[in-house]
């Protein structure tokens, strides 16, 4: 009897040995994922130093102050001010700032948020305003037509297979294009659930170009493929893409035979461009500013803000 007791007691101490680490990890790494995060969507890249200094100074740029609770509430607390959901219902950080881009350049420029408001600021003040970058946000809030710093919003659900048009900010070719090169586009409208704005216009987006085939003989013409990965709502939500059956309807629709099918999918052009894609000597050029249609690729529930003419 005490042998077996012994060896149970072993064996639970080995398993909560084993076990506890796993606990540790998942405290741990979440917290510095999270500060990790912050530091990004503020100055672009992360800070060195320990958790709690890069937390102190988290807090004092955004708050102007350093509070006193527990480093796991703090994380979590301006976690949810910054991209979440605030408890209060109001808007996050995030949706205020691209508001902001939104009601002043009708846009969203993306980027690290410090650099976006000081940008704000100078176009609107003439100068690089000082102080917490909370206060600051709610000064261009009130001269971006908000007079009480209040952006009303809403939880809402964008639907999968929501069709939307893009339009592309880098310039993609066969002759210099590869495999895995990034692709940048935009939202050449805004998209709303009823009354309710889930992407800006100018809302950045992100692909991949997933494989280039160069020109091949008996005049086989070049195609580029691009897999359309997420695009920005007003909040900050990635919205998975694709280019499925609904979009490729859609572009067809309005394209009509002006279309020139690269990869997959029509491409519009901009004004002034035949067909969207140049197709030059077998190869293929995408310019900037053509244009395509994209959809959802699954429900997306986000923070919304609420339409008021």
């Known amino acids: ?81 910054l991209e979440g959901s605030p408890e209060n219902g109001d808007a996050s950080f995030a949706t205020k700032l691209n508001v902001v881009e939104w009601r002043i350049n009708e846009s969203m420029s993306g980027g690290p ?5 000081e940008a ?11 102080g917490a970058l909370s206060g600051r946000l709610e000064e261009l809030l009130k ?9 009303p919003v809403q939880q809402v659900t964008l639907p999968k297979d929501s069709v939307f048009k893009i339009s592309f900010t880098s310039e993609m070719s066969t002759k210099m ?4 090169d990034k692709v940048n586009f935009k939202a050449a409208d805004n998209l709303y659930v009823n009354d309710v704005l889930v992407l800006p216009k100018g809302a950045t987006g992100v692909g991949v170009i997933k494989k280039v085939v160069q020109p091949g ?14 695009i920005y709502g ?6 998975p893409l694709t280019v499925g059956e609904l979009a490729q309807q859609k572009a067809e629709s309005i394209a009509g035979a002006a279309g020139a099918a690269i990869g997959g999918m029509v491409i519009l052009g901009p004004v002034g461009i035949v067909g969207g894609a140049f197709v030059k000597g077998n190869s293929v050029t995408i310019p900037v500013g053509c244009e395509t249609f994209v959809q959802t690729s699954e429900d997306v529930s986000l923070q919304g803000v609420v339409y008021q003419g």
């Open 1 to 81: 009897m005490k042998k077996q007791l012994t060896t149970l007691l072993l064996t639970f101490v080995f398993c909560f040995t084993m076990v506890m680490p796993g606990f540790a990890a998942e405290v741990n790494v979440p917290v510095a994922d999270k500060i990790g995060a912050m530091e990004k969507m503020l100055y672009g890249t992360e800070q060195s130093g320990s958790l709690i200094q890069r937390m102190d100074s988290l807090e004092d740029d955004v708050y102007g102050a350093v509070t006193t609770d527990s480093i796991l509430n703090r994380v979590d607390n301006m976690y949810d001010y």
């Open 113 to 117: 948020a410090k650099n976006r408001i």
């Open 120 to 130: 704000q600021e100078k176009l609107l003040n003439g100068q690089v305003q000082s």
């Open 143 to 151: 001269l971006a037509s908000y007079a009480d710093g209040k952006v």
């Open 177 to 180: 294009s590869r495999q895995g």
């Open 217 to 230: 003989i008996f005049g086989k013409d070049g195609r580029i493929d691009i897999t359309f990965t997420h």
């Open 234 to 239: 007003v909040d900050g939500t990635k919205i």
